[in-house]
């Protein structure tokens, strides 16, 4: 209550005194317990508010002006019912964040800021079409409904065709079951230890050995048809050679490393790319920071990964531990992302986006690797233990849809037929999916589902 008594006609003035409605014991400057109601007021009815200047806000308010959203303001738009309707254009300046509620159409003429995270941030169980920025992918994805999958995903039914190249033989398998491969078609030329790179339709096999002779031939594939490979172009530098690897986006395919024989047996650093819709020859795109062969690759949509590797001329013939990568979509060296746990060449790499490994492989002394073992692609740091192969080998060639991956061939040093299969997901050893047409080593393979190309 007041502590002033004040006549009828008198000013109703308070000056640090606490007034209560409705209770005895005001908290506040103005305590009101209870609803407020009020018949006769400027200004209309509605839900009552003490930020508005007549008092009141309508349940629904109109705005029929542009409003400028400007870097000082604070806090969401939204009445008390939940709801503005806005006539004309909000503009959003750079540094306001816009949380909350649901806008129809947004002009934003700075930066947008969407919910972002990484993958194990997720919401569980958002609204169809929920959009937000994966920070570990680097990707922007959605909500389908079902799953998140990024804007670059793809539909990826009726695909899932895994495709193994070398010496002349192309097979191919369906990577979602199981069971023996069958023969697609031949290389242009006869040659082992390739590199190989994919888009969604197109696989490329590039350089190898024939015999003596060291090559820089790329030929391309249809993945969905059958048929023999057709040229495509060269790679970039003159000197021909075999043993690197190779990785892709959607729409770039990378080959990195590899060695010669002539003049003189000399390991590359070189990286290069091709564009896969086009033909033609390979352009420079940086350098990995050790020369090297018989490289492990795998990539996410953003960026490829180079695992493993051999350098020559060496007294020693070392095996490199080192894992480096790039981004895809530019160019420039490889930059250090950590180190395999042992020390070996000849692995080769699968991926689903998220997740690269890599299998087999041997070293130095000839020892041969059953090791399986994975990184996570958007970050950096040493590989870890993911399980084993069925068999120990090295020099297998790679495969992988968006869940599996499968090895295919490869050396004891007797060769090999054998194909296993992996969820990538997971951890654990691998389990028989079949035989190749034929034993062999030292081959290449890709497919039309693999981590490059977005789909998770």
Known sequence: MPSIRIGLSTDFNLTNELVGINTTVPSVRLDVRGQILSENTAGGTGVSTLTTYDGFLDAQQRVTSNISIAQTTKGNLNSLSGEIILDNEITVTDGTPLTGGRLDSLTVTGAFDLPHGG???????????STRFNQDLGQLEFYTGTEWRTTLSYDGSGRGR???????????????????????????????????????????FAGGQAGPLFLNTIDYITIASEGNAIDFGDLNISARRRSGGGCSSSTRGLFAGGYTGTPAVTSFNN?????????GNAFDFGDLSVTRSFIGAVSSPTRGVFAGGFSQPSPTNIGWTIIEFVTIASTGNATNFGNLLDLSYGKSGVSNGTRGIFAGGTNPSSIMFNTIEYITIASTGNSQDFGDLSIARTYPGSASSI???????????TDLNTIDYIAINT??????????????????????SHGGLGGF
């Not at 993958?119 to 079409?129: I, L, M, N, Q, V």
């Not at 010496?167 to 023996?180: A, L, Q, V």
């Open 119 to 129: 993958t194990a941030s997720r919401e569980t169980t958002p609204e169809k079409g």
């Open 162 to 204: 895994g495709v193994f190249g070398g010496p002349s033989i192309i097979d191919f398998i369906n990577i979602t079951s199981t069971g023996n491969a069958i023969n697609f078609g031949t290389l242009s030329e006869t040659r082992s230890q390739l590199a190989s790179c994919s888009s969604s339709t197109r696989g490329l």
């Open 271 to 279: 990286i290069d790319y091709v564009t896969i819709a086009t033909i």
């Open 403 to 413: 869940v599996r991956g499968v090895w295919g061939g490869g050396n004891t040093p």
């Open 427 to 448: 951890s654990g050893n691998a389990i028989d999916f079949g035989d190749l047409t034929s034993a062999r080593s030292t081959i290449s393979a890709c497919s039309d």
